[in-house]
Structures are given as C-alpha cells and as structure tokens.
C-alpha cells in the first residue's frame, strides 16, 4: 500500500471548540446545535463535518472512476444529509441519506457509477456495516 498523501486536523474542545486543519490553516468553530442545548450561533458540528468529508469523497470517486472509463461527464454533485441516531443501550449512530447527480449521463450510467462510487469511495468502505446508507 502506497500513501497518496495525509492530512492533519485538531480539535480543542467539544461541540464549543474548534477544530483547526494544518495543511490549509483554516479553522472551524464547533458550536453544539440547538437540538442538543445549544445556543443559534454561527459554526458547523461534528455531524456536518462528516457530512461534508463523505459528499465530497464520494464525488471525486466518481469522477475519478468516470474519467478513468473515458465517460464524459457536465458535472457530478452529492448532496448528503446526516442523521444522527440515538441506539438504545448502545448510543449514537449515524445515518446517511445520499442524493447524487452526475449531469450529462443517463440515468443508468448515473446509477452505476454511484454504486461503483461508493464500492472505490474510501469513506464509503471505512464506514461500511456501521453506517446505515439511504441513496435516494
């Protein structure tokens, strides 16, 4: 296995910390959502971070896979919501419902590369079995 390349992030604090990434500078304001107690104010949370990191995985995997097949393509997007789940006696789950579009495909070569997405998409396999995926 060759390393492609890695990256590093910090967290300080919880859901009110921040989270600061070391390869772009940026920084992120935690701020615990209002359903749990929280205050409305600006920042994301854990659950969006997620989110965001499989979305844009998975739509580079398919791009990757898309352009690898010499199929041509307008655009991919994924639109990815995350539920947080409550599991009785055991806690927190999540669960991912998955809204992809690749633009200028029919909608079989759209619905195969999505599966073939998320078989070669590696948050998809590192989660596999203990996220429940909804692809609507």
């Known amino acids: 296995?060759?390393?492609?390349?890695?990256?590093?992030?910090?967290?300080?604090?919880?859901?009110?910390?921040?989270?600061?990434?070391?390869?772009s500078g940026l920084t992120y304001d935690l701020r615990k959502p209002v359903e749990m107690g929280g205050q409305d104010q600006p920042g994301t949370d854990p659950e969006e971070l997620f989110a965001a990191g499989y979305a844009s995985c998975l739509a580079s995997s398919i791009e990757y896979l898309l352009s690898a097949n010499k199929i041509s393509f307008e655009?991919?997007?994924?639109?990815?919501?995350?539920?947080?789940?409550?599991?009785?006696?055991?806690?927190?789950?999540?669960?991912?419902?998955?809204?992809?579009?690749?633009?200028?495909v029919s909608k079989e070569v759209e619905k195969d590369f999505t599966k073939k997405g998320q078989a070669f998409c590696p948050f998809s396999r590192s989660i596999q079995g203990n996220v429940i995926i909804e692809n609507v």
Do not use: C, W, Y
């Open 75 to 104: 655009e991919v997007s994924v639109e990815t919501t995350n539920h947080l789940m409550m599991v009785p006696d055991q806690g927190f789950q999540f669960k991912l419902t998955v809204k992809t579009q690749i633009k200028g």
């Open 1 to 23: 296995m060759k390393e492609m390349l890695h990256r590093k992030v910090t967290a300080i604090g919880g859901r009110d910390g921040i989270v600061k990434d070391t390869e």
